[in-house]
């Protein structure tokens, strides 16, 4: 899927030049907790959220930092961090570097820059305009569209079958060589060796989402991993 797939069209925005209290309110009215920030002429220069509001003079919860501790980070820190408490223009207070995404960006690759950013939303732009904005909440609707629309198939045992070891046999967690798995009726059996508890909720989330799998019976035995001096020693066996 691309972010235009999934983006929401109807983008809110703020001016530069508007007021802290303007973009609050404007996220009170709309239930969001980010704005795009663009200028007279609607181009993007940067994103204002709620985080930026969260240390401000007028609900007394500016930082407040022992001045050896000011001393230390030097003049620079506390006087931006003073523009961010006492400011009155978005301008001032914004983040002005922006990352976004365009329509034809990989849902994969909007995820992963997420991830990685550590952000709530990504504006989506277009010639240099933003026409959408694709949000995690956007990203969860698109799961329940898909989950929704995803078709009831029938499959036969064997298919089944070859389906979960194709499955795991492309996990590099999966412990192939001591796996096995038996399909009966719409039933999968797991047989075979663990030796991290992890991987058996992991192996049995493998079989859950092939079609045709109505149950699921676990029978994997986990088997603890010594280190020894030369090698790894096994502890006995236990069930669980």
Same mark, same amino acid.
């Given at each position: ?6 983006? =929401?069209?109807?983008?809110?925005? &703020? ?16 239930? *969001?907790?980010?704005? +795009? ?6 181009? !993007? ?10 240390? @401000? ?35 001032? &207070? ?23 950013? @550590? *952000?709530?939303?990504? +504006? ?9 904005? *694709? =949000? ?42 001591? !796996? ?24 049995? &989330?493998?079989?859950?989402? /092939?079609?045709?799998?109505?149950? &699921? ?16 020693? !096994?502890?006995?066996? @236990?069930? /669980?």
């Amino acid at each position: 899927m691309k972010a235009g797939e999934v983006m =929401s069209p109807r983008v809110i925005t &703020v001016a530069s030049d508007a007021t802290i209290a303007d973009a609050a309110r404007i996220m009170l009215e709309h239930g *969001i907790s980010g704005l +795009p920030v663009v200028d007279a002429a609607g181009t !993007l220069v940067g994103i204002v959220t709620e985080g930026d509001f969260l240390r @401000r003079a007028e609900t007394g919860t500016e930082r407040q930092r022992p001045k050896w501790l000011e001393f230390l980070l030097g003049p620079g820190r506390a006087a931006n961090e003073y523009v961010h408490s006492h400011a009155r223009k978005i301008a001032e &207070v914004m983040t002005p570097v922006v990352i976004t995404a365009s329509e034809a960006t990989p849902l994969q690759d909007v995820v992963t820059t997420m991830e990685r950013r @550590r *952000i709530k939303r990504l +504006p989506v732009m277009s010639e240099g305009k933003v026409v959408g904005i *694709i =949000s995690r909440a956007n990203l969860i609707q698109a799961l329940a569209r898909l989950a929704q629309e995803a078709p009831a198939t029938s499959t036969d045992d064997e298919t089944a079958r070859q389906q979960i070891l194709a499955e795991l046999n492309k996990q590099s967690w999966a412990p192939r060589n001591t !796996l096995n798995v038996i399909v009966r009726g719409g039933v999968a059996e797991l047989w075979g060796v663990i030796s991290d508890e992890r991987e058996r909720e992991a192996i049995r &989330v493998a079989a859950e989402k /092939v079609p045709g799998i109505a149950q &699921v019976v676990d029978h994997l035995v986990y088997v603890e991993l010594i280190p020894v001096r030369g090698g790894i020693a !096994l502890a006995p066996l @236990r069930t /669980v």
